[in-house]
């Protein structure tokens, strides 16, 4: 999962867009705006959402290849009479599946986490942590589902060393390209941040991060970074002044619970209760309590203040 996205799907990003997937399975959503609670979307190099068409033709392709290459080597190697070297493209071909085995085994481990079965989930992904055999790129990113975990347990101390192992795997991969997996993890990090109340920190890394892709993915990332920051800091006045092209966003993105509520708090730091409210309204109508209070538990409770 360590090469150009555009390329190979397995550099893609697929990124949890709704909070529940009842059956643990993977679906994919054409639309980062319209995705459901139990889709995902499928995120380029650039954070651009592209088709779940192109996703299983890439894959199909990349699969395809492999064994098409792997076999020809066999045939090739009995033809010029050096049939030991066929042991070498079995071992790759080997190596190849153990590699597709734990990249399904990945998915399957974020699918559950997105349907907040969490122990079933830890199950599934840490043993990816420690297996041999496994990919930087996907232990990496086993890491990186596991502070998901640890965020919907309460545990963003947790969570926050979880990201920053994450991050020490990309750093060790230097001979192929991350996709947008490096943003995504330092987006995380900025948020773990802003939701620990460690606001400065948060914002130093945010502020090195301004070479981070402007897709529609990225784009939803940063509008909440920015508005857990500012949250953190009890303060709205970071924000840009005018804040309808996030509104407009928002109200667009059924996944975007987390950027409604917090714009209703910030409409409301401003002096514009009216706005604030249905904000928050719109917001709630997206919300699943449960999930939502252990993930953000200092938004819920300032709904909850707010609703008495």
């Known amino acids: ?128 942590t420690r297996a041999p055999l496994v990919t930087q790129t996907v232990r990496a990113l086993a890491w990186q589902n596991l502070a998901g975990i640890s965020l919907r347990r309460g545990e963003p101390e947790l969570a926050l060393a979880q990201v920053r192992r994450c991050q020490q795997l990309f750093r060790a991969i230097w001979w192929a390209p991350l996709g947008p997996w490096r943003w995504i993890n330092r987006f995380s990090e900025v948020q773990i941040l802003a939701q620990l109340g460690r606001v400065e920190e948060g914002r130093k890394i945010y502020a090195e991060m301004r070479s981070a892709p402007s897709g529609e993915y990225f784009a939803l990332l940063r509008m909440n970074a920015e508005l857990m920051l500012a949250f953190a800091e009890g303060d709205p006045s970071s924000l840009p002044d005018d804040l309808h092209p996030w509104v407009t966003t928002a109200l667009s993105t059924t996944s975007a619970e987390l950027a409604l509520a917090v714009l209703g708090w910030a409409y409301e730091r401003r002096g514009e209760p009216d706005m604030a409210v249905h904000l928050v309204e719109q917001a709630l109508d997206r919300i699943d309590p449960s999930l939502f209070a252990r993930t953000f538990p200092r938004v819920w409770a300032w709904i909850q203040r707010r609703s008495r």
């Open 1 to 128: 999962m360590a090469r150009d996205a555009d390329r190979n799907p397995e550099a893609l990003a697929l990124a949890p867009a709704g909070v529940v997937v009842p059956d643990a399975t993977l679906k994919l959503s054409p639309s980062l705006a319209r995705a459901n609670r139990d889709e995902f979307v499928f995120v380029g190099r650039h954070g651009q959402v592209l088709s779940p068409a192109r996703y299983r033709v890439q894959r199909a392709a990349a699969l395809g290849l492999a064994g098409v290459a792997a076999l020809g080597g066999v045939a090739f190697s009995i033809i010029v009479g050096a049939p030991w070297l066929a042991l070498l493209y079995v071992a790759s071909l080997v190596y190849g599946g153990n590699v597709w085995r734990r990249s399904e085994q990945l998915k399957r481990g974020a699918a559950l986490l997105a349907a907040d079965r969490l122990e079933e989930a830890e199950q599934t992904l840490l043993p990816l």
